[in-house]
Structures are given as structure tokens and as C-alpha cells.
């Protein structure tokens, strides 16, 4: 069987538990409130209460095509499942040998045997095992065969939305970016390192770092202009910044870039990391007829988004 990976503080094992099983990308609002119902259940049964979830995105094990539009890289989403305060966090190795298991197989062969799961607390819309072709009444079949009870949890509703990371990564898509932070509970980032550029921000008074994505697997918001708060590394403080996300269309670029003009900073950050917090998106990508058009732009950006930060 798949290796298991147990994160949690004197947690063993075979202990009863109530759990509840997910990819969990985001850790967003509609998480945290499902791990809550798992708290109080556990509490209610005097179990432990455990949350399960993958080291890689399923699809990306079954697709080999499949690219993840991710919401949160692997370490940061265990670092926020932990902050949730569930007792043990459980890292299931997906792999094609466990994506072969029907329902059943699953809730019987790891939920039962390996990690002594007592009750699953069902996300209100998850589905899994071999093609997630079987239902919430179907796990609940399988549980009273296997002495484990199964419960549904209640969506977390926002606005009007049922919060999910599939909503929250459309939100990302569309620049709605205060939407998702709201959705998230928390101000989405991304990071990388900063990498040589074409030099035409610092031509233009407005020198930007040039963040390189690549490799990462995680999704960039939609191209144009952001208010964020930028981190350095090797750097305490926080900083604000403007930010482009796009092809640079005044200088006909076709490739997308990450640059970020950060306020009220001199300093030699190439190779260095940087992780950009986004606040508000103010406008879409423009092209402009010439370079001085561009520069008034900027300057208008400048003040609106020291505005928006108040730096």
C-alpha cells in the first residue's frame, strides 16, 4: 500500500478517529468550516479528529497531460491544515494503485485498517474512489457493512456562493481578486525568484523585479495591474508594490511575465525569492501608442495603489 505520512503531536495509528477526506487546495473558508464540523464531531464522540489528504493532485497522477492550476503549493497547504487544529493531519502518497480502489476498497483498506477511522465526515459535494462513480448513500452502505458511521458535512455559503477552490480559482481567473481573498479568508500570493528581465521598467523610472513561475504549479491571476505587499527573502519587513501581470503588448511581447515595482526599496534582489500578496486588481492590461503614454500610466498607477496601501 502507498506510503502514509502522519503530521500531528503525539498521534499514533489505529487510535479511533473522525475524519474527513480531500485534496484541500486553498485551505479556503469553506475548509476550515468543514474541519470544524470535524472538531465537534470528534469532540461529541470523544475521537480524535483527522483530516486526510493528498501529496499530489489526483488528476495529475491520472493525466499525464494534466497541468494543476493549484491554489497553494504542497508545504503552505499543510502548513494552514495544521492551523485549522484538527489533531493529526494524514498524507496519503496517491498513485495508480490507490486511484484503482473503489469506494469501498478505500474506506475498508486505508480508512479502516491503517488509520482506524471510526466515522468519515463526507465533504457536502466530495466524491471518491475508482472513476467517483458512487454516492454519499453508497459510502453510508459501506460504512454500516464495515462498522463505520458516515455523515455529511454542511457547504460554508458566502455572498451567496458555495465556496469552493474550484470558485475561487474562476474568481483568480477573472482579476476578482478581494472576492477570493474574502473566499480564501486570507490575501492570495504567489512567489518565485527573481530572474534577469528585458530592463525596460527601469528605462521608464520604474524598475520592477522579474519573478520567475516557471516550475511551479500553483495559478497566476489574470493579466493587469495589482496593489500587493511584497516579502523578500532575507528581509523582515514587507513592502508595497504594483504589480503587471501580462505580455507587455506596447512592446509587442507574446510571452506572459510576473513584474513587480516595489514602493520605496533600492536593493540587488536578483536570484533572491520574493512572495507578492495581492490586494485589489486596478485595471486590465492596456497596450499604448507609445512609450511616453506608458509612463504617465505608471505614474497614474503609482498613486492610485500607494492609495489603495496607503505607503
Known amino acids: 500500500m502507498s506510503k502514509i505520512e502522519i503530521i500531528g503531536h503525539q498521534v499514533k495509528p489505529l487510535l479511533p478517529s473522525v475524519a ?11 475548509h476550515r468550516f468543514l474541519i470544524e464540523q470535524l472538531r465537534a464531531e470528534a469532540a461529541r464522540r470523544g475521537m480524535l479528529s483527522m483530516v486526510i489528504t493528498f501529496a499530489r493532485h489526483p488528476r495529475a497522477v491520472l493525466q499525464n497531460d494534466y497541468v494543476p492550476q493549484q491554489l497553494t503549493q504542497h508545504e503552505r497547504k499543510l ?16 498513485d495508480r494503485e490507490m486511484a484503482g480502489l473503489t469506494a469501498r476498497e478505500f474506506m475498508n483498506q486505508v480508512l479502516r485498517e491503517q488509520l482506524g477511522v ?47 477552490s474550484s470558485v475561487i480559482r474562476s474568481q483568480l481567473q ?50 493587469g495591474v495589482y496593489a500587493v505587499r511584497v516579502r523578500v527573502e532575507g528581509d523582515s519587513a514587507t513592502y508595497g508594490g504594483m504589480m503587471s501581470i501580462g505580455t507587455r503588448p506596447t512592446y509587442n511581447g507574446t510571452d506572459r511575465t510576473q513584474e513587480v515595482y516595489i514602493f520605496d526599496f533600492d536593493g540587488d534582489i536578483y536570484g ?11 485595471r486590465s492590461e492596456e497596450r499604448y501608442d507609445n512609450i511616453r503614454q506608458l509612463v504617465e500610466r505608471l505614474k497614474q498607477d503609482e498613486v492610485e495603489i500607494r492609495t489603495i496601501l496607503r505607503v
Open 174 to 223: 477573472e482579476g476578482e481578486i478581494e472576492l477570493a481573498n474574502r473566499c480564501l479568508g486570507y490575501r492570495y500570493s504567489i512567489g518565485g525568484r527573481v530572474v534577469h528581465g528585458f530592463q525596460e521598467g527601469r528605462k521608464l523610472g520604474y524598475p520592477t523585479a522579474n519573478i520567475d513561475v516557471e516550475g511551479s504549479d500553483q495559478l497566476v491571476p489574470a493579466m
Open 79 to 94: 502548513e494552514l491544515l495544521e492551523q485549522a487544529g484538527a489533531d493529526c493531519v494524514v498524507v496519503l502518497d496517491f
Open 20 to 30: 474527513t477526506v480531500g485534496f484541500f487546495d486553498g485551505v479556503h473558508l469553506g
Open 272 to 282: 533572491r525569492r520574493v512572495e507578492v500578496e495581492f490586494i485589489r486588481r486596478t
Open 118 to 164: 471510526g466515522c468519515l465526515l463526507t465533504g457536502y459535494d466530495n466524491r471518491f474512489g475508482h472513476n467517483r462513480t458512487e454516492g454519499f448513500d453508497d459510502y453510508v452502505g459501506y460504512g454500516r457493512e464495515l462498522g463505520m458511521d458516515v455523515v455529511r458535512s454542511r457547504a460554508f455559503v458566502l455572498e451567496g456562493v458555495n465556496v469552493s
